[in-house]
């Protein structure tokens, strides 16, 4: 009898902690009672009747992320690819989540396949290659549209990888290479144009400069000149000054010293004589000067016959 008491009561504890469920942070737990919905527990600690009350499905209320692999589309210019897409959404009613839809991963993915294919068979390749952004907006909207009775909140889609078929990729490949080369020849052209310029400027500023030095050695010699020649002017006119100085007191020594007309008829002997430097062939001597010149040789003859 004990022993089956404290079967019993192990039992009956063993029921009463079926009956308790602790909901976790971010989780939610869809309850039904007999088969049809009882309740939404979220957070804390909840209770249920046993053997009627059953936890129908747990719910993860955080953003989730669900990667897609690549699914096939064709372009409005006929051209096929393969395009995978990340889907981030969180459920935001559990009720509707848990009865709005079987498999609802599945569902979000077929209908991120037919909104992706419907967006791109409206654009053409270059168009799907360049505008990431309008189609990851458009595909947001309508899988938000859509999702929306599944309780479920799609926050942002994005194409992770666009695969154009191999023979496009190859023409692709050419066409950036020939860009790239149009580039670079551009940019030699345009730095050998640059260099040639520069060339040309310096061979222009030194040609300035040695003219400009030119015109200031130029400038320079006939400054020199015009001094030498002033300075040589200057001379000369101080040469004269000094010998019509030198003259001027001869003449007043002469007139202080008042000379008799025999000294002056000598003088102007001596002048004349002077003035032949034994180069003169015929000089004209005045009648006045002559009779000093006869009384001067006979002055020398007496000498010579005193001697």
Excluded at 60 to 81: C, G
Excluded at 196 to 224: N, P
Excluded at 254 to 265: D, R
Aim: proline share 4%.
């Amino acid at each position: 009898m004990p022993y089956a008491l404290i079967i019993l009561v192990v039992l009956l504890l063993l029921v009463v902690a079926s009956c308790v469920r602790i909901v976790p942070q971010a989780h939610s737990y869809v309850v039904e009672r007999l088969g049809g919905y009882q309740a939404t527990w979220n957070v804390g600690i909840h209770f249920m009747v046993p053997f009627i009350d059953k936890v129908a499905k747990k719910v993860i209320l955080k953003e989730q992320v669900v990667d897609f692999a690549p699914q096939p589309v064709i372009t409005k210019d006929n051209v096929t690819m393969k395009i995978d897409t990340v889907v981030f959404f969180q459920i935001t009613d559990p009720k509707l989540f848990a009865y709005g839809v079987e498999r609802p991963i599945l569902a979000i993915e077929n209908l991120t396949a037919t909104t992706l294919r419907n967006i791109i068979g409206d654009l053409e390749l270059d168009q799907t290659l360049t505008s990431r952004e309008i189609i990851n907006t458009k595909m947001r909207i309508s899988l938000d549209v859509a999702t929306d009775p599944w309780g479920i909140k799609v926050n942002r889609v994005e194409l992770k990888n666009i695969i154009p078929p191999a023979a496009i990729q190859d023409a692709m490949e050419k066409q950036m290479k020939a860009e790239r080369e149009r580039r670079e020849a551009i940019l030699r052209a345009e730095g050998e144009k640059t260099s040639q310029i520069l060339v040309a400027e310096g061979k222009k500023q030194s040609t300035i400069l040695e003219a400009e030095a030119d015109k200031a050695s130029a400038i320079l010699h006939a400054e020199a000149q015009k001094e030498a020649t002033i300075r040589e002017a200057e001379g000369q006119a101080e040469a004269i000054l000094t010998v019509q100085k030198a003259n001027a007191d001869g003449i007043r020594f002469l007139n202080e010293a008042n000379p008799s007309m025999a000294v002056l008829q000598i003088k102007s002997l001596e002048a004349f004589q002077k003035a032949a430097d034994g180069k003169a062939t015929k000089i004209i001597i005045p009648s006045e000067i002559q009779g000093i010149a006869g009384l001067a040789k006979s002055i020398t003859e007496v000498v010579s016959d005193k001697q």
